[in-house]
């Protein structure tokens, strides 16, 4: 790490928080649920309780901190918060200490640094926001995996190379105005020419309008971190799989972070992008990884990728029907009147959405209530298929087994399109979405 990006975090913890809010909410980092840790990078079958170690590296204000120390908390799991800037940390303590939180240890060190202290290693590693920061983003991974448990698991933040071009072409503007001018100087700059902004600048097309311009102004350590950090760089598809392979790592999943919906992997997917059959068969023949560049290249507004890291390639398991033993579960969880409103708009064309923009339209029969009934996180995969074989499917001589199979994965797959639904074993690790509902309507 730098010495001039020590000294802006110095100045400018970010990202921006008050302590005091802590009494009013709880920040939850998709990256961060450990549901989606347990089902995208332990199959669901780890075992989250008082021998579980997270580490936070580059923890910043404490957002990723605050939410692992209190999954963790009723369970006796730890937190190590790593972070270099004491005016950081101050702020991360602060919230910690507001919450009650006792489960933290606190480290000012740079990841270099901790790694070279040769710490007990841990089952889980949070860096979101930082690699990309680094004078060599490729050695901090390095150092990162070398305190992971062999069957660990990273959650990484990275910035997006296409969806961020607004940034790329804001900081070459800016680039020779910049000189002789300390970081202070460089703010005020920067905060009047985006208060005088132009109606078609991309920054407003990236941001959504006017209503991001508003934020940044009201925010210094956002400007900042956007649009004045002396060091980064950002990554495409292709660089995220290449670079996790610099440190012998395969990407498990992509997945969400703040201000993009409950979950980011739909993002990535070619079926909610393309419509034509012809190009959806020609796409899907191709590598998986490809197939995530294309949706990355289309959608042209992912300023970031949110992306879980294991050193066992499950990139290419993680979407199918989990295994026999593990119990599906409603991750978010159906509203009071779900099974109720499917039931009576049977046969009727429905939406089924979360709250947050997510949904996908279908028309089911009855049947559809009472399999997703049955999807309780105590019936594993093995005990649904008989139940869908024998008790709610018409018995007919041909092989219903598969055809049971075959209509689970169906109903998996779209349940599990948004993480509406993931796998545990049965009595396991099933913490539910704290923000998001399912409901339906009639469409």
């Excluded at 605050?66 to 006796?76: F, H, S």
Aim: aromatic letters at 8%.
């Amino acid at each position: 790490m730098s010495q001039q990006v020590r000294e802006l975090y110095e100045q400018f913890p970010y990202p921006l928080r008050d302590p005091q809010q802590e009494k009013d909410r709880l920040l939850m980092p998709p990256l961060d649920t450990l549901s989606r840790v347990n089902h995208y990078c332990f199959g669901g079958t780890r075992e989250i309780d008082a021998g579980f170690r997270a580490l936070v590296a580059g923890g910043g204000t404490g957002d990723a901190m605050i939410w692992l120390a209190e999954q963790l908390r009723d369970v006796d799991g730890s937190v190590t918060y790593l972070e270099p800037s004491s005016a950081s940390t101050k702020v991360a303590r602060a919230r910690a200490e507001a919450r009650g939180l006792t489960n933290v240890t606190y480290v000012n060190q740079t990841i270099s640094d901790f790694a070279k202290s040769k710490p007990e290693p841990f089952d889980y590693v949070n860096c979101a926001g930082v690699l990309h920061h680094l004078e060599d983003p490729e050695e901090g991974l390095a150092d990162l995996t070398s305190v992971l448990k062999a069957d660990g698991a990273m959650g990484v933040m990275v910035y997006g190379e296409h969806g961020r071009l607004a940034v790329t072409e804001w900081r070459k503007m800016i680039e020779p105005l910049l000189a002789g001018k300390d970081l202070v100087e460089q703010l005020a700059m920067t905060r009047k020419l985006l208060s005088t902004l132009p109606e078609d600048n991309m920054l407003l097309k990236m941001g959504g309008g006017p209503g991001f311009i508003k934020g940044l102004l009201e925010n210094d350590p956002e400007i900042v971190d956007l649009l004045l950090h002396p060091v980064e760089c950002a990554y495409d598809v292709h660089g995220v799989y290449d670079f996790a392979a610099s440190a012998g790592l395969n990407v498990a999943a992509f997945t969400g972070f703040f201000g993009f919906g409950g979950t980011g992997k739909a993002h990535y997917s070619i079926e909610n992008l393309i419509r034509d059959p012809g190009l959806m068969r020609e796409l899907a023949a191709k590598p998986l990884r490809d197939q995530q560049a294309f949706c990355e290249r289309f959608s042209g507004a992912m300023p970031l990728h949110a992306f879980y890291l294991t050193r066992e390639d499950k990139g290419q398991t993680t979407e199918a029907l989990p295994d026999g033993e593990l119990a599906p579960y409603f991750f978010v969880p159906p509203s009071k009147t779900f099974f109720d409103d499917l039931l009576a708009l049977a046969g009727k064309p429905v939406l089924i959405e979360d709250g947050t923009g997510n949904a996908v339209d279908l028309t089911g029969g009855p049947d559809l209530a009472r399999l997703l009934a049955v999807f309780d996180g105590k019936n594993s995969v093995a005990d649904i298929v008989k139940i869908l074989r024998d008790e709610i499917l018409a018995k007919q001589p041909i092989d219903m087994n598969s055809i049971a199979i075959n209509t689970l994965g169906a109903v998996w797959a779209l349940f599990h399109k948004f993480d509406w639904m993931l796998a545990a074993k049965p009595g396991g690790w099933q913490k539910i979405d704290g923000e998001r509902v399912l409901s339906v309507r009639k469409v």
